[in-house]
């Protein structure tokens, strides 16, 4: 049973920082991608950023683009979203998930953390 822990939510201003952590654990896989989802209210979820596990590549949507960096630690199969130059509508429950063949559906998902940025 694959599990997803998120950490490093919560309440900052515009224009600040906040880093998110989440570790995947359960089962080992060979070549997978992580990635972070965010779900404003009342809005749907949408894809903020991906890393492939294996060599690193990212993948960024245009609007969180040179704000956001994604990052990894393979040892530890934990991925990291440091979001700078925050904005009011970042604010959202942002998710992590697993693509767990690196083909673009993503299989397993965490509970969310909610990140909310003040004006």
């Known amino acids: 049973q694959v599990q997803l822990v998120e950490s490093g939510g919560g309440l900052v201003q515009a224009g600040g920082s906040v880093r998110l952590s989440c570790s995947a654990s359960g089962r080992t896989f060979s070549d997978h991608v992580m990635g972070w989802f965010r779900q404003a209210p009342g809005k749907e979820r949408i894809f903020v950023a991906h890393?492939?596990?294996?060599?690193?590549?990212?993948y960024y949507t245009n609007s969180v683009k040179g704000r956001f960096t994604i990052s990894r630690d393979s040892a530890k199969n934990t991925v990291y979203l440091q979001m700078n130059s925050l904005k009011p509508e970042d604010t959202a429950v942002y998710y992590c998930?697993?693509?767990?063949?690196?083909?673009?559906?993503?299989?397993?998902w965490g509970q969310g953390t909610q990140v909310t940025v003040s004006s």
């Open positions: 890393i492939r596990m294996i060599d690193g590549s990212t």
């Open positions: 998930a697993v693509d767990d063949h690196a083909d673009g559906s993503y299989e397993y």
